[in-house]
């Protein structure tokens, strides 16, 4: 495989250094494309990310070796789809066996973007992406493992933002559901903790993207 031009090697050098998205012309990233050192998504707005290859371009500057051409089928990175936290205001429209199909699109979406985006190619970490939408990630892997989010007049799971970096507040009504939503987040890759709420008096799962 022919090295990168020099175009090339600055664009992938620029990619945002979290979720490896790339910027430039069509041209040029339609040639990262074909050299098998990006990827394009395949839900609106189509952006290009680097492959485990183009990740290798620019941590060691060496030749790319080749990759398989991705094939993710949805992902929570596109912007189309939005996994429910539990703090909706209004009830969702979608509910059924048609949320559960729009919700496993997304999760498997996100699995191959870990795939693609993690250097090592691992789809149990979490990648790039989730650590930059920390809310959205949880929350599409609690969906993803059939916990009920929280809505209006329904109890169920919150997902909340915290002040410590890289970790989301997990809330929900009951033990046992807690406890779920903790196992849920474990197998998805998180690392997580039961905390006592210290004025409150209640409990709530404190949890990070693992990154090793």
Same mark, same amino acid.
């Given at each position: 495989?022919?090295?990168?031009?020099?175009?090339?090697?600055?664009?992938?050098?620029?990619?945002?250094?979290?979720?490896?998205?790339? +910027?430039?012309?069509?041209?040029?990233?339609?040639?990262?494309?074909?050299?098998?050192?990006?990827?394009?998504?395949?839900?609106?707005?189509?952006?290009?990310?680097?492959?485990?290859?183009?990740?290798?371009?620019?941590?060691?500057?060496?030749?790319?070796?080749?990759?398989?051409?991705?094939?993710?089928? +949805?992902?929570?990175? +596109?912007?189309?789809?939005?996994?429910?936290?539990?703090?909706?205001?209004?009830?969702?429209?979608?509910?059924?066996?048609?949320?559960?199909?729009?919700?496993?699109?997304?999760?498997?979406?996100?699995?191959?973007?870990?795939?693609?985006?993690?250097?090592?190619?691992?789809?149990?970490?979490?990648?790039?992406?989730?650590?930059?939408?920390?809310?959205?990630?949880?929350?599409?892997?609690?969906?993803?493992?059939?916990?009920?989010?929280?809505?209006?007049?329904?109890?169920?799971?919150?997902?909340?933002?915290?002040?410590?970096?890289?970790?989301?507040?997990?809330?929900?009504?009951?033990?046992?559901?807690?406890?779920?939503?903790?196992?849920?987040? +474990?197998?998805?890759?998180?690392?997580?903790?039961?905390?006592?709420?210290?004025?409150?008096?209640?409990?709530?799962?404190?949890?990070?993207?693992?990154?090793?």
């Amino acid at each position: 495989m022919r090295p990168p031009t020099a175009v090339q090697r600055r664009i992938i050098e620029a990619a945002d250094p979290e979720t490896g998205r790339l +910027s430039g012309t069509e041209t040029q990233l339609a040639g990262l494309v074909r050299a098998r050192l990006a990827f394009r998504h395949p839900r609106p707005p189509h952006a290009c990310f680097l492959t485990p290859a183009g990740h290798r371009v620019r941590e060691e500057g060496a030749a790319p070796a080749p990759s398989p051409p991705p094939a993710p089928t +949805s992902s929570a990175a +596109s912007g189309a789809f939005a996994a429910r936290t539990g703090r909706e205001t209004e009830r969702p429209g979608i509910e059924g066996a048609a949320r559960a199909r729009e919700v496993r699109s997304a999760w498997e979406g996100l699995v191959e973007l870990r795939r693609m985006t993690n250097t090592d190619g691992a789809r149990d970490r979490p990648c790039g992406w989730e650590r930059a939408h920390l809310v959205q990630a949880a929350a599409l892997a609690l969906e993803a493992a059939a916990c009920r989010p929280a809505a209006p007049g329904t109890p169920g799971y919150r997902v909340e933002e915290t002040p410590q970096p890289e970790a989301v507040a997990v809330r929900e009504p009951t033990r046992e559901g807690l406890r779920a939503c903790a196992d849920a987040l +474990s197998r998805a890759g998180w690392q997580t903790s039961e905390h006592a709420e210290r004025r409150a008096g209640g409990r709530y799962v404190l949890a990070s993207p693992r990154r090793a």
